[in-house]
């Protein structure tokens, strides 16, 4: 057998089963799928479907929907038609919900069985979602868990986590039904991480996994990235929600910047930049700040190296699709695949890299289209 080439950058992902929200396989070899939530009026659904829209755009793979109340569901109807990516309903204790939300073309109910009722109730949700297609999303939380626990364990921990989630699987299996995903998040990083942990362990189910009420965009992200990173590291995760108080296009950013990070996913531009000090011979900061919003519209995956003196540039620019180091006088150098290119002066970096990328980009999209061209015949 030939041994892995940078055996270290190996993540060795957990099995799970696969199962499917609407059109997105969630388990098994599929990739792991970017989520979000929207934090509009559910009710609104032209504010709802510009919301998905734009994180259609970001690049989401399944965006969930709060469905508090029948206005809700019923304005889920005109919100899943114009969807492009599937819908998630939320629900909480009110089955009926759950069933509106399955019967208007919901891909996903995202459920708490044993917070919806009797056994009765469950099964109408089983079969509501059996007969619509939908799959389950069990989202056990540690702020919600049930007072038998509590009582149980003292306090929310791991080891109750699990267990809720386990017997809220149970109940679905005993329903006949294993389409169903399982979530068990706490906004504490070592609580969530261990129950995770204990989870991925006890069954193999996918695993939605996340740092629930991480907080504002700048805390929330360390925060997630911090319970998230030491997941993924170590396997676990088949589908990611980054959750912050921000623009649900934020999410979606900071989830593909973590799978990128780890190798798992690539999306769009990686910009690799330094710090910047004293040696710089440009404004590295801005130059940065300003190309990565320039860029954000390239889907194509690719690597831009911006680093501001000889000390690190060509390095970095031997490993990158496009490269930029500062040089001396104003005068500063390209690097395209790796190898130096062409000089360029202060004057309009951010436009002619851009160019670069657009032109890079636009070449590996009409490659692959050729291939798929011979593919096909």
Not at 4 to 26: D, E, L, N
Not at 268 to 280: F, K, L
């Amino acid at each position: 057998m030939t041994a892995a080439i940078r055996p270290w950058r190996q993540i060795q992902r957990r099995k799970s089963r696969q199962i499917m929200v609407g059109t997105m396989p969630v388990g098994g070899d599929a990739p792991i799928s970017v989520q979000t939530m929207t934090n509009t009026v559910t009710a609104d659904a032209k504010a709802t479907i510009e919301q998905i829209r734009r994180v259609e755009e970001a690049g989401a793979d399944i965006v969930r929907v709060s469905c508090p109340d029948q206005e809700s569901t019923e304005a889920l109807k005109e919100i899943v038609k114009a969807a492009r990516i599937p819908i998630v309903a939320d629900i909480h204790f009110h089955y009926r919900r759950a069933i509106e939300a399955a019967e208007a073309g919901a891909s996903c109910l995202r459920i708490n069985p044993g917070n919806i009722g009797s056994a009765d109730r469950v099964a109408e949700v089983v079969k509501a979602a059996k007969d619509h297609g939908c799959s389950i999303r069990i989202g056990v939380n540690a702020g919600s868990l049930e007072q038998s626990l509590l009582e149980k364990y003292g306090e929310p921990c791991p080891e109750a986590l699990v267990e809720s989630a386990l017997d809220h699987a149970r109940i679905l299996e005993d329903h006949d039904f294993r389409n169903f995903k399982i979530s068990v998040k706490a906004s504490d990083v070592f609580l969530a991480v261990a129950a995770y942990q204990g989870l991925a362990e006890a069954c193999d189910y996918p695993l939605h996994i996340g740092i629930t009420e991480a907080g504002g965009l700048r805390a929330g992200t360390v925060k997630s990235s911090i319970g998230l990173g030491m997941l993924l590291w170590s396997g676990i995760g088949d589908t990611i929600r980054v959750s912050l108080s921000a623009d649900p296009v934020e999410e979606v950013k900071v989830a593909y910047e973590m799978l990128k990070s780890l190798g798992l996913r690539r999306r769009g531009v990686t910009v690799i930049s330094c710090p910047s000090c004293a040696r710089q011979r440009f404004d590295v900061i801005k130059t940065v700040e300003v190309l990565e919003e320039r860029l954000s519209h390239i889907t194509t995956p690719l690597t831009v190296s911006v680093i501001g003196c000889v000390v690190n540039g060509p390095g970095e620019a031997t490993m990158t699709d496009i490269g930029f180091t500062g040089g001396g006088k104003g005068t500063h150098q390209v690097y395209l695949g790796g190898v130096p290119a062409h000089r360029l002066k202060d004057e309009g970096i951010v436009e002619h890299l851009v160019g670069l990328v657009e032109q890079k980009a636009a070449e590996i999209e009409a490659a692959k289209k050729d291939e798929a061209a011979v593919a096909a015949e």
